[in-house]
């Protein structure tokens, strides 16, 4: 299981920071993904982590984003700077498999980016 | 405006057979596996079908999927109210070294 924690409100120029706590395996083996919906929008992707230290982020996010990941609390993070209201999002934590598809995904947690 | 296009929305009836399309490039369903979705509201995201064709364990065999060139479907046959739900096409996209999403179709049991 995956459940994402952090704040529910950032105010816009700071940065949005979330962790995905995960539960039932360790997070050592796979990729890890973060993605967002806006209200009434579709899904984005953000980007993968592997424990290893690897990343790989959407090109139109690369500049803000920073994921990271610590394998003794089975918990991996996601860092947006310099945010914005089109920010505002449902933000979920998915494992990634090594052929591209997020199985399972948590729970997902709102973000409003509001001042 | 996704790279990979489904209609906004599609429905049916109990009982029918709907198809969902999501068209895309040589970049992406071209060249790699797509991947479908079913979200609902509230909800955790499922995939139903990964490897252009392939359903988890657990998925019933009513959801099947196909891909032919830069385009992929997802058939939902046998429709139930519960299979009311947006869905969404996914796939890497070589040229964007990004994952996409198609803009989701928001299916209606009438």
Redesign the interface.
Known sequence: QLQESGPGLVKPSETLSLTCTVSGGSISSYYWSWIRQPAGKGLEWIGRFYPSGSTHYSPSLKSRVTMSGDVSKNQFSLKLKSVTAADTAVYYCARMSSLGWFDPWGQGIPVTVSS | Q?VLTQPPSASGTPGQRVTISCSGSSSNIGS??V?W?Q?LPG?????LI??NDQR?SGVPDRFSGSKSGTSASLAISGLRSEDEADY?C???DDS?????????TKLSVL
């Open positions: 996704s790699n596996y991947y979705y979200h909800t955790a995201p499922k995939v990964f490897k988890p969404y996914a796939g890497w964007l070294s990004s994952v996409l999403f198609g803009g989701g």
